[in-house]
């Protein structure tokens, strides 16, 4: 197994987030992402590398006081199963902790990794209502996966939605 360090990433990352996100974009696994996008995100995003090589990416969204996303998690497929995605997630979480995160969402077809991880499937009503009102104006679409609204729903089949609470 080739050595990988994991490090928060650079604007110069994005180009190879990118290449990397395109593969599982054509097989619908995840949605695109343009450039503008990701290079707005890039102090949300950390990378594994290997020999000079992204082989790995993962961002951590805040989305309310105590709760943020994991989101844009992928693994080269020549590095899955070598414990790059569990380095990824653990350093979203030890950022997640440093920001005063107590809860963090994902969206996955990948529910036993992530149930390995500690996280569960939510149910329906996740936040207060008052909560809820003031997440249906962020406009972003992660947000809304996680309220699972109906006009999202079309993009997520399939997924699950699945939280874990901190310690």
């Given amino acids: 197994m080739t050595e990988y360090t994991v490090r928060a990433a650079r604007s110069t990352d994005i180009t190879g987030i990118h290449a990397l996100l395109e ?15 990701l290079y707005g995100a890039v102090q949300e995003f950390v990378v594994a590398e290997s020999e000079g090589q992204l082989i790995a990416c993962g961002a951590l969204h805040v989305m309310w006081e105590d709760l943020g996303e994991v989101r844009t998690l992928l693994v080269r497929d020549d590095f899955l199963r070598h414990g790059v995605g569990k380095a990824i997630v653990d350093e979203l979480e030890i950022r997640a902790r440093e920001l005063g995160l107590s809860r963090l969402f994902c969206l996955t077809f990948e529910t036993a990794f992530f149930t390995r991880r500690g996280y569960a499937p939510i149910g329906e009503q996740v936040v207060d209502a008052d909560v809820y009102s003031q997440l249906l104006r962020s406009g972003d679409a992660g947000v809304e996966e996680f309220l699972d609204l109906a006009h999202v729903k079309p993009n997520t089949l399939g997924n699950t939605r699945m939280i874990k609470h901190l310690n």
């Fill in 23 to 37: 593969p599982l974009v054509e097989r619908r696994i995840l949605l695109g992402k343009d450039l503008a996008v």
